[in-house]
């Protein structure tokens, strides 16, 4: 098999608006990325993930692109981006971007044209999105062409005056989308992502892959997803950007796309497709979505957590790209809770122990980590108490959604609290300082309150932390070449304990976890009598794990 430069990678996610202030603005910036490069090598990362780094009137933080060639204000100039790069590959970092390609902002210059009849390029720019005059009741007022639901809540459907039309945005109605049979289109984004790669990108996270194409028949089905989501038409798209750019530049391609079955995850990222290298898919994430609840419908119903859905998830993409891809590994990125909160436990009895047991669990499998930042040190959702703390444009829509349907406040909040998209935005914790050490100014959102205890300098000092640990286990999947393993599961039928051995380059190892906050009886599924108890995040009691403790063991081969 040929061996790929991202197959060894650990990938590091940065959301730029929270990561790190240097400039004293309270708005996370690029040159405060390159002030945390040597944290991030001391946690073996050597490939970053930026969240856009565009100039962007920020309706979603920046996946609303205004100018493609240009790096948003708030977060430097094009000198601080070059240099980051720079930097980063005289320390042997890749940096792989953003590449948002399914809509830009209704302030990019080509949208401006397109709404506008009276623009000199109107003609060129109009078929450029996606338009349709839409329906007139009886009583002669207008009704929209379908009715379709935005994936942020309301209708995907905004009408423009000046044309008389209504303008397709399946994310924010600061969003519009692009139409990709228009070639001239596509033509112009080709050459954006080329000046891209002439800069020294090593590779880029598809944003939204999968929607690229829509049913130009446009049916009017609610919520209608099937309409935009998937189509057979957007291989193409992608295939062409992959023959003309991906392939002969050598570049890692994360795809976003979620929902896809077995075959067209193959599609997408099989050795011998290559559309993507890798997929980022979210089996494993929403496991505990409650199709009961009334109130706060949709991923905001919190059920059960259930440990053999997450498995059953992990497993099964494993098995998927055994020797056919690459299989990708993370427990969350900027759209969801974090994980210590959502499948850990934040009570601070068990937040380190938890947070411990996710790690060993996932990073012991096959593939590519990408660590999300903040999930190092085990960061919780936010303890957010009024709605404007809240910054997603999301969340709005949201919110009002659950007050139709009939939710308290409180409910709503504690919806927010547990589901929001901004439990993975709130500024990182550095250190015990005011703002957490992410900047000395009021930051653009509140930091969670517990950061004088939760932060980077207070783990950094010790050998017992969550960040210890994670800088263990990656040093180990390094040395231990884990990314290209193959696990055998125990009992994946079991709802308290997850456990599986591998074969690593020196060791066997025998890895396992208890999922849950009780004591559970424990019969190793293999013979440990001649395996060393590497390491184990509390204290061993023979014949039982205690809350949330996951011992690794191993053996020489
Ligand atoms: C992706 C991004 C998300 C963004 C959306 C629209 O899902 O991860 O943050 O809101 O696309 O660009
Ligand atoms: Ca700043």
């Known amino acids: ?59 979603d933080n920046g996946y609303d692109i205004r100018d493609f060639f240009k790096v948003a204000e708030e977060y430097g100039t094009m000198e601080d981006f070059k240099k980051l790069i720079e930097v980063a590959h005289a320390n042997d970092m890749k940096i792989v971007t953003d590449l948002v390609l399914n809509h830009t902002s209704d302030e990019h210059p080509w949208f401006l044209a397109a709404k506008d009849p009276s623009h000199p390029d109107h003609q060129k720019y109009h078929d450029y999105y996606i338009w349709h005059k839409g329906h007139t009741a009886e009583d002669g007022s207008r009704i ?77 089905d609610s919520p209608g997803y099937q309409h935009f989501s998937s189509l057979p038409k957007h291989h193409e798209y992608l295939q062409e950007l992959a023959d003309e750019l991906f392939i002969p ?115 012991f499998l096959p593939g590519t980590p990408i660590i999300y930042q903040g999930e190092e040190i085990g960061m919780t959702n936010v303890d957010y108490q009024n709605l404007d703390d809240f910054k997603d444009v999301e969340v709005f829509t949201e919110y009002e959604n659950f007050m139709n349907h009939g939710a308290s406040h409180e409910v709503a909040m504690q919806a927010l609290r547990d589901r929001a998209r901004d439990n993975a935005r709130s500024p990182m914790q550095w250190s015990s300082e005011p703002y957490a050490g992410f900047s000395d100014q009021a930051p653009w959102m509140p930091v969670v309150g517990n950061y004088p205890l939760i932060n980077v300098a207070n783990q950094d000092k010790d050998a017992d932390s969550i960040l210890s640990w994670y800088r263990m286990l990656m040093t180990l999947r390094k040395e231990e070449a884990i990314g290209f393993s193959y696990p055998s599961f125990y009992h994946l ?53 205690s809350p949330y403790e996951t011992r690794v063991y191993r053996q020489k081969k």
Not at 24 to 48: M, Q, V
Not at 316 to 324: A, R, S
């Open 1 to 59: 098999m040929k061996k790929y430069w991202w197959q060894d990678a650990i990938i590091y996610q940065i959301y730029v608006r929270s990561f790190n202030d240097s400039n004293h603005d309270g708005i996370g910036d690029i040159p405060g990325i390159i002030e945390k490069l040597d944290y991030l090598k001391s946690l073996s990362i050597n490939t970053l993930w930026i969240s856009p780094h565009y100039d962007s009137p920020m309706d």
């Open 144 to 220: 929209r062409p379908t009715r379709w639901i935005s994936w942020f809540g309301g209708s995907v459907w905004d009408f423009n005056e000046p044309t008389g039309e209504y303008y397709l945005h399946i994310f924010s109605k600061k969003m519009p989308d692009l139409n990709w049979r228009n070639q001239a289109m596509r033509e112009e984004l080709k050459a954006m992502v080329q000046w891209w790669i002439d800069l020294g990108i090593d590779g880029f996270r598809i944003d939204a892959s999968n929607h690229l194409e829509k049913n130009w028949d446009f049916p009017d």
């Open 249 to 363: 530049n050598n570049l890692l391609i994360l795809g976003e796309a979620g929902g896809a079955s077995k075959e067209e995850a193959l599609q997408y990222a099989g050795f011998d497709s290559n559309e993507f290298n890798m997929l980022i898919h979210f089996g494993h994430v929403w496991v505990d979505t409650d199709d009961s609840n009334q109130l706060t419908p949709g991923k905001w119903a919190k059920g059960e957590v259930k440990l053999t859905k997450i498995k059953e998830a992990l497993s099964h993409w494993i098995d998927v790209f055994h020797e056919k891809g690459w299989n990708t590994l993370y427990w969350h990125n900027h759209d969801h809770p974090r994980v210590v909160s959502h499948y850990g436990n934040d009570d601070p009895k068990y937040h380190a122990a938890s947070a411990k047991m996710l790690a060993t669990l996932l990073y």
């Open 493 to 545: 039928d079991k709802d308290d304990r997850f456990a599986y051995s591998l074969k690593a380059k020196h060791h066997t190892y025998y890895v396992v976890g208890n999922f849950t906050s009780y004591p559970i009886d424990f019969t190793p599924d293999v013979d440990i009598t001649a395996m060393e108890l590497y390491a184990t995040n509390q204290p061993t009691i023979e014949g039982s794990l």
